[in-house]
């Protein structure tokens, strides 16, 4: 799903797993997903990525994704200025 972005949008995923979703959303220059992303692997790729925590119980769909915070992020998205305890929606238009 799109989402739209000051510049430009995002693609959006939900992607159901059983008990739980697969979330993220993915710009031309990086990846802000769930609990379930590995961050610091990505990073061994040079990719930047930040991982979110749920407002809530769980991150379920994209609204979640944006309200949650930041809890970690690998050194690209530091590099583009995402830290620990942004909103997932401005560390999304940092990507």
């Known amino acids: 799903m799109p989402i739209p972005l000051r510049e430009r949008e995002a693609a959006g995923y939900v992607i159901p797993l059983g008990p739980a979703n697969l979330v993220f959303a993915k710009t031309e220059n990086g990846l802000l997903g769930c609990g379930a992303f590995d ?3 990505l990073e061994r790729f040079g990719y ?4 979110i925590r749920p407002s809530g119980e ?3 769909d ?10 970690a992020a690998n050194a690209p998205a530091r590099a583009r200025g995402i830290t620990p305890g942004m909103s ?5 238009e940092r990507l």
């Open 39 to 41: 961050v610091d692997a």
């Open 48 to 51: 930047p990525a930040a991982r």
């Open 58 to 60: 769980s991150v379920r």
């Open 62 to 71: 994209i609204d979640d994704l944006l309200n949650g915070t930041v809890a």
């Open 88 to 92: 997932g929606a401005e560390a999304l």
